[in-house]
């Protein structure tokens, strides 16, 4: 076998680690009767017994970047890097060297196989992660699972030197985000040319977006707060595109509809770019004629996708309807006025949701100052009357935090940090956060990265959160900071 | 802790002895034998039909290749390059750049490397030559590409890695910090404007207000309750996620293309909508979902009415409509779908019927043709129903359907001659009728004669 070959192995291997890590989010929403609970634990056991054919157990520990099963470094695959990387990173974080899988667990029921993966999402606030959920397993009995701990014969070795996580996904959401945004500036050009645009270039783009959301990357989410004042329309719609897959991603959609919805929200604000610029500048009250040209965009955009964009009559019709749809409002009072009743499709209330959010949270002629994440997500909630379909709008808010990714944060005496990456346990006020330093240019810089729902002795929480702030005040671009 | 380093080799398996020096290793000679297969399949795919002998084997013989490597090598990886394919190293397939290479087609879509895993199946080898045969020749206007069209298949055992840098570094460098959240500082204007509209839209909060503090989500009274997702709450939203199809979006364009229809005033709008919905009756047809056809067609009437009274700039785009969707072709497939009326529901049956009446009146004589092949009375009775429509406005049809050998098509007929009292009409069609072979055909038309004093 060559070298670089793909063993048997390497399939359920993967298999085995990727259920693990999509069976951590969607136990977070789902119960574990939940189809899309029961597919992954069907996965996880289906992998877990070709692994343990002829031997007594399955050993996956985690060492310099690599998983190793049974000793035997687990080859990357580009298709699977992504999300092995991300499930390093889970384990890591919470300082879990490994675990080790028996061949009870073809007879665990799926309840047990749900709590262990509770007790990982769990165990992030624990002092001693590993030794807490070992405790946890034993006092329950569970059979099928043990874990590791980080004294457990585990050394550097030589002939496996160390290296760096290799961390090429860490340059790709900003690549996606540019390509994305280069594909969208094309695609307006077209337009503006009264020519007919082809996907193929979108289209990949939103793939590749897609592929890295999927591995369940909070980085594309940082990339979504990347904000420039004076080209709104195109960062806007790239930002939609990432908050409504990365939605879209949590509540279960294909991914081939992933695709479709992201194509429809990079689209949802086509039909601006007929608008006239006086009206889009307009810093005063628009009068009502202007505003029903407003209102008319969301029609121009299903239009521009109809008459340009070059692809077959049911693609065409799945990109235009929630393009169409975005301001509606989840009652049908918003516009345009519709001459029938029908809900708007799920693509279209998650994009209403997404588009709501980020234009909140921007700063535009009518609201020069933008509001924090929290404060945005709050309005939503209490001010958002029908507005906003309160499922897609209640899963939006778990996907995000309270305290969404780049929201400055005053720790009181313990300084500013800012939120990196989603809270690691069911408490979604306690993100995690990186601590901001002052540099000697007048700017910040990032500090160590903190869970603050980490508990001192005491038992209280070792930060408080005193206050919240979009990072503009701090003059900060988020995706400058946390990739 | 178990000791796995080595890998099972199946009994049957090759020495493991490095070749002599000029033979090639039982490894590459296989994925020579898979490449091959490949090749010749990518090429031969489409030239016969599916269930064709030729393709049956070419299929059978490719993913026996393929999976004969498999089982005992792993995964079958090759490296794509501008003319050729390589493996470990060295090529494993060459030929001039163009359509008919391979190696080439795939080149140009991106694609750097390509791996079949152990596992294929004939469905994903069939799914991939569908995809390299629609895609080898490049459109002037793709709406898609290879790479596209092989990620939405999602082919378990297939995987490639393919470039998404579609533009140079310059094309789309983002300058991240040059980006300014915020208006420039002597930018005019209030910090909060108010707009028209209402819910979330209208509510405006100035940063400096007691409002903008106290409006965060963190203050929500029972947070953590409200946050919870509960049993129902996670049954409603899969509920709709699985009830988010593209069937949907289809019934909801079309209503989006009417609204266009009646709002928009130029011509090349109503040519895409019109487009649009001619491509999705056609498919409402084809699928013998008519009700939907039917609403798109009784729709376009309405509309045409308008464009005659208001819009005459849209009457091209009518006309092009109805040129399309009256072919002959497309009336034949309606009246093919009538011997599977037994299994259509009534109210689709009552929207074909609808669907024929608004049709010209030439389609009456397809149908008078074709009534032989009706065996349900219902559907008989509605066939008849149609014609007697056109034949009161169509001496033509009326005539052809008159002379049917069908005896309750004839008597129908009679009946819309007695009903239309034309004196000249009797004297034209009737008279011979007098010496038909069916009793009831000629006592009808005794009746008709002497009720015009023709005898």
Known sequence: MAEEGYSAEILPAEQLLQALQSLISMVKIYQANNQLVVSGINQLVKAAQVLLAGRDWVVVHLENGRFFINDEKLLRRKGAANILENFYTFLSDRRIPGFRIMPAVATASPEELTGFVQLLNSCGDQSEPAEWLEMRLLETGVGWISILQVDENIQARKEHPPEELEAPGRRYPKKIYAYTLRALRETAETIGEGKRFGMRKTGRMIQAMVEEISSQDSRMLVMSTVREYSDQIFFHSVNVAILAIQLGRELGVAKDALERLGTCALFHDLGKLTMPPEVLTRAGVLSEAEFALVQQHSLDSARLILQGMVAPVARKAAIMIPAFEHHLKADLSGYPALGWRKSPSLSGRIIAVADAYDALTSARVYRRKPMSGDRALGLMRVGGGNAFDPLVLKAFIRMLGVYPIGTLLDLGGGGTAMVSRSPLTDDLTRPRAVLLCSDDQGGVSRGEEVNLAERDATGEHRYRIVGSAHPSVRNIQPAQLLI | ?455
């Open chain 2, 1 to 455: 802790m178990n000791d796995v380093t080595a890998v099972d080799v199946p009994p049957d398996a090759p020495p493991a002895v490095p070749p002599a020096a000029g033979l090639k290793s039982a490894e590459i000679l296989a994925a020579e034998k898979a490449v091959a297969a490949i090749m010749t399949g990518v090429k031969n795919f489409g030239v016969f039909a599916p269930e064709h002998a030729s393709t049956i084997n070419m299929l059978q013989g490719v993913l026996r290749a393929i999976t004969q490597y498999g089982e005992i090598f792993g995964s079958l990886i090759f490296e794509v390059e501008r003319q050729s394919l390589v493996f470990q190293g060295k090529p494993i397939y060459e030929g001039p750049p163009g359509d008919d290479n391979p190696a080439f087609v795939l080149f140009r879509a991106g694609i750097s490397r390509f791996e079949f895993a152990p596992g294929l199946e004939e469905n994903e080898v069939v799914r991939f030559f569908e995809i390299y045969n629609h895609y080898r020749v490049m459109a002037d206007e793709p709406d898609d590409d290879l790479v596209s069209a092989l990620w939405r298949a999602g082919l378990p055992h297939i995987f490639y890695e393919a470039s998404y840098e579609l533009w140079s570094e310059a094309e789309t460098a983002v300058d991240y910090d040059a980006l300014s959240a915020l208006a420039p500082a002597d930018s005019d204007g209030p910090e909060v404007t108010a707009r028209p509209g209402k819910g979330w839209e209208a509510l405006r909060v100035e940063s400096s207000s007691d409002n903008y503090r106290k409006v965060s989500l963190a203050l929500l009274p029972n947070l953590n309750e409200y946050c919870a997702l509960s049993q129902a709450e996670q049954e409603t939203l899969l509920a709709m996620v699985a009830e988010d199809t593209p069937a949907g979006g289809s019934e909801a364009a079309v209503r989006l293309m009417f609204m266009l229809l009646a709002r928009e005033s130029a011509a090349p709008v109503h040519e895409a909508a019109l487009g649009f919905l001619q491509e999705v009756y056609l498919n409402f047809l084809a699928n013998r979902a008519f009700q939907r056809a039917y609403f798109i067609l009784d729709n376009i009437r309405k509309e045409a009415m308008v464009a005659k009274e208001s819009k005459p700039w849209a009457l091209p785009a009518f006309e092009k409509f109805y040129g399309v969707v009256l072919q002959p072709e497309i009336i034949d497939s309606l009246v093919a779908a009538w011997p599977h009326f037994g299994a259509m529901g009534a109210m689709e049956v009552k929207a074909l019927g609808a669907i024929l009446q608004q049709l010209p009146a030439k389609i009456a004589a397809q149908l008078v043709a074709q009534f032989n092949k009706v065996e349900i009375p219902e559907a008989q009775k509605l066939f008849v129903e149609i014609i007697v429509q056109h034949a009161r406005r169509d001496r033509e049809v009326l005539a052809a359907a008159l002379h049917s050998e069908v005896e309750q098509l004839t008597l129908a007929m009679l009946a819309v001659i007695r009903e239309l009292n034309d004196r000249n009409l009797v004297e034209q069609l009737l008279p011979k009728f007098r010496y038909d072979s069916r009793s009831q055909v000629r006592q009808e038309t005794m009746r008709i004669l002497a009720s015009h004093n023709i005898y």
